[in-house]
Every structure is written in C-alpha cells, then in structure tokens.
C-alpha cells in the first residue's frame, strides 16, 4: 500500500496538519506521520502502542498526534513486528529501525518517544540504547520483567511468548538494567490501581525519572487521564 498525503485544517490556531499514512519505514512496518503546515525544523514524537508486545497497531493514537501536532510537534506512530509471530529483540529492532528512519528526515530536529505498557517498555529500551534520544514518556511500561512476571498472572503468558522461557535472558530485555547516568530524560505516569502493570514498576526506576502517580486508577487510565498524561507528556517534552 502506498503512503497518500491529505491536508486537514483541524483547528483555526493549529491551522493545518499533514498527514501522511502507512509510510514504510523498515522491512513491512509501516508509521503514520502528522506534520504541522509550516515551516521550519521541528521536533518529533514516536509513539509506541500497548498490547503486550504480541498485539496492537498504531491506529490508536489519531487523536493524541493531532495534540502533539497542535503544541508543534511532528508525530510519528509506528506499527512493530509483534510477538505472536515474531519473539524478541524483533520489536526494539523495528522502534530502532523508525528512529533512524525519522532521523534522516530533515524536517525533524529532536526526537522524543512515547509509549503505553508494553509500547512504554519499548520506549525505555530504545531511548536507554540510543544516545541521541531527546526524552521519553512512560506511561505505565514494564521495567522488571522478572518481577512483573511474579506480580502479573495475566501477562505471564505474554512474557514468556516474547521473551522466551529463560528467565535469564528477561533481565537483559528490562529497563532497570540500563539504569545510569547517561539515561535521557524519563516521565513516568502510573496508576495505583494497576493489576496488569503493578505501580511497583515505575518504583523500579527510582530517582532516574520524574514520576507523576495518579491514585487509585488502573492500567490505561480513563479517558480524561489518559489525554491529560499526554498533555503532560508534551509539556516535558517542551520543557527539555
């Protein structure tokens, strides 16, 4: 499938948005790109959707790119291989592949990443890897997988389909074990109430983040919260 443009004036002081869909970046995956209608260098966001790295697809996040896109960002939203078909390192592989995709754009200056859950894990893995990465927002990601193996029945089938049954090798697969100083900037954002993503996950990563709690909500956030923590997001973003 080709990538075709469409021009969409969206709101009056955003003016208008470029957006271009299914653009082939590594291999089959695919990303969507919303742009900004002016000029000049700007910089990106990576979104990273959730699924348990075994399902999911870029198509969530429409509106969230058009936020982003109206507070001047480029917007990226990728599809990755995914674990039904395809185990790990196969989806950091292809969210490294779509960060030196966007970097050869020239319209695009900083790059930041931003991912729910498993998307969220992929985030930190990348950004923890990639030197160059701006900053990441984490938006209640896996950082231990052996603990989250231990405190997550329903993920552990999950686990051990992406990861593999050696529970030696989930620790080389977990943000904690990147931990330093050299780590670009991390905002987290975590439910109390999570049970499929322990709150204890975003302790994991101690005082390399900044970390915003939302008591008593669960995995995913409600509505409300959930495009409030990406308007937060952006705000970081804008901040670094």
């Given at each position: 499938?080709?990538?075709?443009?469409?021009?969409?004036?969206?709101?009056?002081?955003?003016g208008a948005v470029v957006i271009r869909k299914d653009i082939t970046y590594s291999g089959e995956?695919?990303?969507?790109?919303?742009?900004?209608?002016?000029?000049?260098?700007?910089?990106?966001?990576?979104?990273?959707?959730?699924?348990?790295?075994?399902?999911g697809s870029k198509d969530g996040f429409h509106e969230i790119l058009l936020a982003a896109v109206?507070?001047?960002?480029?917007?990226?939203?990728i599809n990755y291989r995914l674990s039904v078909n395809h185990p790990w390192p196969a989806q950091?592989?292809?969210?490294?592949?779509?960060?030196?995709?966007?970097?050869?754009?020239?319209?695009?200056?900083?790059?930041?990443?931003?991912?729910?859950?498993?998307?969220?894990?992929?985030?930190?893995?990348?950004?923890?890897?990639?030197?160059?990465?701006?900053?990441?927002?984490?938006?209640?990601?896996?950082?231990?997988?052996?603990?989250?193996?231990?405190?997550?029945?329903?993920?552990?089938?999950?686990?051990?389909?992406?990861?593999?049954?050696?529970?030696?090798?989930?620790?080389?697969?977990?943000?904690?074990?990147?931990?330093?100083?050299?780590?670009?900037?991390?905002?987290?954002?975590?439910?109390?109430?999570?049970?499929?993503?322990?709150?204890?996950?975003?302790?994991?990563?101690?005082?390399?983040?900044?970390?915003?709690?939302?008591?008593?909500?669960?995995?995913?956030?409600?509505?409300?919260?959930?495009?409030?923590?990406?308007?937060?997001?952006?705000?970081?973003?804008?901040?670094?």
């Amino acid at each position: 499938m080709k990538a075709f443009l469409l021009i969409l004036a969206f709101s009056f002081s955003a003016g208008a948005v470029v957006i271009r869909k299914d653009i082939t970046y590594s291999g089959e995956q695919k990303l969507d790109m919303y742009s900004p209608d002016r000029p000049g260098k700007k910089s990106a966001i990576i979104f990273l959707h959730g699924g348990g790295w075994a399902y999911g697809s870029k198509d969530g996040f429409h509106e969230i790119l058009l936020a982003a896109v109206a507070k001047d960002f480029i917007s990226l939203a990728i599809n990755y291989r995914l674990s039904v078909n395809h185990p790990w390192p196969a989806q950091l592989e292809d969210v490294l592949a779509a960060i030196a995709w966007a970097r050869k754009d020239s319209s695009i200056g900083k790059i930041f990443l931003a991912g729910e859950s498993a998307g969220a894990h992929l985030a930190l893995m990348a950004g923890m890897q990639d030197e160059n990465i701006s900053g990441i927002l984490n938006l209640y990601g896996p950082t231990n997988l052996s603990l989250l193996y231990e405190t997550s029945p329903d993920l552990q089938d999950l686990i051990v389909l992406t990861f593999g049954k050696d529970s030696s090798k989930w620790n080389e697969a977990s943000p904690v074990k990147y931990l330093g100083e050299s780590l670009p900037p991390i905002l987290t954002i975590h439910g109390t109430a999570d049970t499929i993503v322990p709150y204890s996950q975003a302790l994991q990563l101690g005082s390399h983040h900044e970390l915003i709690t939302i008591t008593g909500e669960g995995h995913g956030l409600t509505p409300d919260s959930r495009r409030t923590a990406f308007e937060n997001g952006f705000q970081f973003f804008l901040n670094l």
